[in-house]
């Protein structure tokens, strides 16, 4: 547990104390945190390649840290899943997302928004009927909202994960594997789990201008998805040579800093108009 919890910390000591100590404090923290809802959304545009339009956002989740700065997810989500309050946060980040989105709407942007489960949050028997009412109080259209689980969360279960999928696809939402590509699941099962998006985990885009058999998995990711008619998305683009060969390699969207980190509401809306007029 010990080295756990000092490498979510972001730090190593050698004193067991010291790094109990931080962790109890950052757990009071949290549960502050949570309480006081300072958490917020930033989004990240996904490009579509055939037209170079953003087509949709991920949200992805901050925490405003009373002490002024922008803590990064991995630094608190793992903890908030071991502290169980994972599953009432992830209700507030579908709601704010369905806001945000519905808000862009009567702006004139449509957007589908694409939103992170959690595996804890994934394990609730109610979260299709839980989904569904959120999405419905706020108004959005189920097909515009996009909800990404990852690889090894889907492989975990993967029986209860496909039940699961088919009654929120029956609702309407559209399903995202994430990171994939990692854990080299079998193709049996992915061509099981009812899915419109598939997104090819950034370590095979890292290298792909260099890689020859990275090239080649993503060459047959990219052509397995579109024989099933599966949008991809290649995630953690960042340069404009990863795009090109991302592109000849058959991907329909990309994400990455190439294009924008994630953004506060007005940024991503600002990138959006430019990219109209570009
Ligand atoms: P993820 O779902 O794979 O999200 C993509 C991560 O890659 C984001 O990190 C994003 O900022 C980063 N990224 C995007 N483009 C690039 C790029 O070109 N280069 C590099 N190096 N990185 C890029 P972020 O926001 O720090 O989130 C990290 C992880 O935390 C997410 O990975 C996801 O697993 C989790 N997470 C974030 N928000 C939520 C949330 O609302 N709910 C849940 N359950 N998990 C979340
Ligand atoms: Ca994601
Ligand atoms: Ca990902
Ligand atoms: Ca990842």
Redesign the pocket.
Known sequence: QKPTANITLGFYSDDLDDGLQSRLKLEAELRTAVEQQQFYLVY?PQIDLSSDRVVGV????RWRHPQGESV???RF?PILEEMGL?SPL?DW?LAEACRQQRAWQLQGYTLRMA????PAQFEQLDLPAKIQSIVQAAEVDPGQLEL?ITESLAMHNPEATIETLHRLRHMGFKIAI??FGIGFSSLEYLLRFPLDTLKID?AFVKDITRGRSDRAIVRALTSLCQGLGLTTIA????TQRQRDYIDALGATEI???LIS??LEPAALIQLIDNYATH
């Not at 991920?58 to 989740?61: C, D, F, K, R, V």
């Not at 939103?115 to 959690?118: I, M, P, R």
């Not at 995630?235 to 960042?238: A, I, M, Y």
């Open positions: 990240q991920e949200a992805l989740l990064p997810p991995f989500i994972i992830g980040i939103v992170n489960l959690s990404e994430d990171d950034r995630e953690g683009v960042e994400q990455g800093y980190p994630p």
